[in-house]
Structure formats: C-alpha cells, structure tokens
Nanobody, 123 residues
Framework: VQLQASGGGLVQPGESLRLSCAAS????????IAWFRQVSGKEREGVSC????????YYGDSVKGRFTISRDNAKNTVALQMNSLKPEDTAVYYC?????????????????WGQGTQVTVSS
C-alpha cells in the first residue's frame, strides 16, 4: 500500500505548480484522497480532498479559489493544481488516504501517507 507524491519545486509568487500523487497496492476508487501540508515546526494543515468517485471536494480556506484537486481512477492518480502561489504556501505537501471522506480534514483519519514533496514559493 503506497502513495507517492511528486511535482514540487521552487517557483516565484504568482506562478503555478501541479502536484501528482500515484497510488498502488489498494483499491484506489474506494477511498478519498487528501493533501496536507506542513511547515517545519508547525502543525499539519489540511489543504484539499477529493472523494472516491471524484465528485465531492474540500478546500481549506487558505487555498480556496487558487487550488484545484482532481483524480483519475483509471490511472490511480490524484492531482493538485496550484495557481497564484504565495510565499505562505511554502511547505512539504503530502498526499494521504483519508478514511473519513471529504466533509472535513483531520490528519488522524489519514492512514496511508506519501513521502512528501517540497514546494517553495520565493522571489
């Protein structure tokens, strides 16, 4: 059972990045997948979530209107399109199998975590 995140990097404020999460070892279309992020020394923050069928989504207040989550159940992948990036979006981003669906995000409901990908927004 594995999630692997990729796509992080260094960008300037206002630019875009697209993160990807590849899943293996479980029935992908049975689970909601979420993205969390963490800045060193701070608590993890729930960023976004997409339901098992791709219909329901959740966005944290800090990213609403800028980030878009999507999934391809045929390819067992989830993508997070991040636009209009800000320095405060700088963090390690994790994709997570979230067992509570997407009505809320709580890291205690994440039972499979990817390795994280660093996003740095700086001029």
């Amino acid at each position: 059972v594995q999630l692997q995140a990729s796509g992080g990097g260094l960008v300037q404020p206002g630019e875009s990045l697209r993160l990807s999460c590849a899943a293996s070892g479980f029935t992908f279309d049975h689970y909601a997948i979420a993205w969390f992020r963490q800045v060193s020394g701070k608590e993890r923050e729930g960023v976004s979530c997409i339901g098992s069928s791709g219909i329901g989504t959740y966005y944290g207040d800090s990213v609403k209107g800028r980030f878009t989550i999507s999934r391809d159940n045929a390819k067992n992948t989830v993508a997070l399109q991040m636009n209009s990036l800000k320095p405060e979006d700088t963090a390690v981003y994790y994709c997570v199998r979230h067992r509570a669906g997407c009505k809320f995000l709580d890291e205690r409901w994440g039972d499979v975590w990817g390795q994280g990908t660093q996003v740095t927004v700086s001029s």
